[in-house]
């Protein structure tokens, strides 16, 4: 099995009381139904070194092409919510594919969805939740992107009309974290309004060459610019998980899977990112 890295961020926000304890998130993405060890012990002991108060989960932990799955993926949710972790996740293009498939499928979607209902884990579909941290209060907003911006090879330009057609207008004086698994449309998620987005979706960029990033998109874009780490654009954020899986054609050179860790401090002071 590929080595698991575990990759950590602090953000600091205004936002937030300098004098409230940190918030602690992990990030899980593209699982695509990978199992990791035995009933997905290697990866929850990773999640349990984070110490979080939360996981979120931004898409594609299902499989829905021929190869199809999501037995290992209800296990790890599972497992989280015995731990009491709250876990909010919304869809990705798997997922979205495979509840509007033609080929009747949209059966193991519902599966899916029920499962996911019954164990308490906040599927975010076009939702948001307010959530309350201790003294911490932050607003959770789940996007599903139309499907067209995953077709191959899409150029499509992208404003902010359908989140606010979705998800309203945020509120300025919260701290909003958006779970939206493409992250190419970063610019217009800051504009909507998202202080922290989280994506996936990329995969790294399948191949990176040292110095200059991910090769490709699934959309067969060359070198796109939001591939994996964290980003930031006047004080608004985007983390990008290289994903914890994969499909079809599961390449990664120089590009190891991760889990991410994110801490969330505040400082009544404009926000800056601390890489560790």
């Known amino acids: ?12 926000t205004d936002k937030l009381k300098k004098s409230d304890r940190p918030v602690r998130m992990a990030l899980l993405a ?6 990791w060890g035995e009933r997905q012990e290697k990866l929850l002991r990773a999640i349990d070194r984070l110490s979080v108060d939360m996981v979120l989960c931004a898409g594609d932990m299902v499989l829905s092409k021929k190869q199809r799955g999501m037995e290992h993926a209800l296990l790890l949710f599972r497992k989280l919510r015995e731990r009491n972790l709250p876990v909010y996740a919304c869809n990705g293009n ?3 594919r495979l509840r509007e498939s033609v080929e009747g499928r949209k059966k193991e979607y519902l599966y899916y969805m029920d499962k996911l209902h019954k164990m308490g884990v906040h599927l975010l579909i076009n939702e948001s939740t307010f959530v309350q941290v201790r003294n911490t209060p932050l607003q959770i907003h789940g996007y599903e992107m139309p499907m067209e911006y995953y077709h191959k090879f899409c150029r499509l330009s992208y404003g902010t009309k359908d989140l606010y057609h979705k998800l309203g207008r945020p509120r300025p004086e919260i701290f909003h974290i958006l779970l939206a698994h493409n992250p ?3 610019r217009t998620y ?7 987005t989280v994506s996936g979706h990329l995969h790294g960029g399948l191949i990176r060459i040292p110095g200059i990033g991910g090769l490709i998109t699934p959309q067969v874009k060359l070198f796109p610019k939001y591939d994996r780490g964290l980003y930031q654009i006047d004080g608004r954020y985007l983390a990008v998980s290289p994903g914890l899986g994969g499909h079809t054609v599961p390449i990664r050179i120089f590009n190891p ?10 400082t009544g002071e404009n926000g800056t990112i601390c890489k560790n």
Do not use: N
């Open 184 to 186: 190419v449309y970063f």
């Open 94 to 96: 798997h997922e979205s």
């Open 190 to 196: 800051a504009r909507w309004g998202a202080d922290l």
């Open 30 to 35: 593209d699982l695509h139904d990978q199992l």
């Open 257 to 266: 899977p991760q889990l991410f860790g994110i801490t969330i401090e505040g």
């Open 1 to 12: 099995m590929v080595p698991l890295e575990i990759k950590t961020y602090k953000i600091q």
